[in-house]
C-alpha cells in the first residue's frame, strides 16, 4: 500500500525491556520524523534524519536510538523502556523543500 | 528559536456557526505555517499551509487561515462549522535555523467540539 505505515499500532512491555517500533513510507521521501504526542506537550520531536544513514536528535532523543539504512525506513528502539515513554508515537515524512509532513497513523505504546 | 502558541486548550462552537482557532507564532524572518488536524486515533492530517502570497490560504475540507504579520498571528477559521470538524487541531513553523531541513516545530493543540 502506498503511503506510510507504522507497527505495531498498540504495544505493551514491561520496564528495562528494549522495544522497536517500525515505520515505513513508499514515497521515497529523503526526510523522516518521530515525535511523542503527550497530553498538554502536543508533539514533540525525538529524531529525524535528513537521508539514508543521516540522523539527528531532536527535542527529546534521550533513551531512543534510530537508524536508518534504507530511504524508506526508519525504526525508533527503546533500548530500556521506562514508564515516561508511555506515549503515542508518530512518524512522518517528507520531501525536501516542500515542509509539508505526512504522518502514519501511531503506535500506542504502555510501558508497565 | 521559533515557537507557536495555541492560547485555546478546547473551542466549542454550535453547529453552523463560524469558528476560529488561533495560533501566534514567534520566528526571525519570514515564517513558514501550517495547520493540521487530528482525528480520534489517526495520525495528523495537513490542512493548509502559508508560505508567502496572499494573506488568505484556503484549504482541504472548507478550512481557511489567515496570515497576520503585524499581530504575529495564522488563525484557522471555518465559515460555517460541522459536527464532523470536532478533533485537535495543531499549528506549526517550519524551524527557520541553519541545518534545520524540513523540522517542524508544534503547539499544544487545539481541541475543537462542535454541537449540535
Known amino acids: 500500500d502506498a503511503g506510510i505505515t507504522q507497527s505495531p499500532r498498540y504495544k505493551i512491555t514491561e520496564t528495562g525491556r528494549q522495544v522497536t517500533l517500525m515505520c515505513h513510507q513508499t514515497?521515497?521521501?529523503?526526510?523522516m520524523f518521530w515525535y511523542r504526542q503527550d497530553l498538554g506537550h502536543g508533539l514533540r520531536l525525538i529524531y529525524y534524519?535528513?537521508?539514508?544513514?543521516?540522523?539527528d536528535k531532536g527535542e527529546v532523543p534521550d533513551g531512543y536510538v534510530v537508524s536508518r539504512s534504507k530511504t524508506e525506513n526508519f525504526p525508533l528502539t527503546l533500548e530500556s523502556a521506562t514508564r515516561s515513554q508511555t506515549s503515542v508515537y508518530f512518524c512522518?515524512?517528507?520531501?525536501?523543500?516542500?515542509?509539508?509532513?505526512?504522518f502514519g497513523p501511531g503506535t500506542r505504546l504502555t510501558v508497565l | 528559536a521559533q515557537s507557536v502558541a495555541q492560547p485555546e486548550d478546547q473551542v466549542n462552537v454550535a453547529e453552523g456557526n463560524p469558528l476560529t482557532v488561533k495560533c501566534t507564532y514567534s520566528?526571525?524572518?519570514?515564517?513558514?505555517l501550517f495547520w493540521y488536524v487530528q482525528y480520534p486515533n489517526r495520525g495528523l492530517q495537513f490542512l493548509l499551509k502559508?508560505?508567502?502570497?496572499?494573506?488568505l490560504v484556503k484549504g482541504s475540507y472548507g478550512f481557511e487561515a489567515e496570515f497576520n504579520k503585524s499581530q504575529t498571528s495564522f488563525h484557522l477559521k471555518k465559515p460555517s462549522a460541522l459536527v464532523s470538524d470536532s478533533a485537535l487541531y495543531f499549528c506549526?513553523?517550519?524551524?527557520?535555523?541553519?541545518?534545520?531541513?524540513?523540522?517542524?516545530?508544534f503547539g499544544t493543540g487545539t481541541q475543537l467540539k462542535v454541537e449540535l
Open positions: 512522518a515524512s517528507s520531501a525536501p523543500g516542500d515542509y509539508e509532513q505526512f
Open positions: 514515497w521515497s521521501h529523503s526526510y
Open positions: 534524519s535528513a537521508a539514508a544513514d543521516i540522523t
Open positions: 520566528v526571525s524572518g519570514n515564517p513558514y
Open positions: 502559508y508560505i508567502t502570497g496572499d494573506n
Open positions: 506549526a513553523v517550519r524551524d527557520m535555523n541553519t541545518g534545520g531541513g524540513n523540522k517542524l516545530t
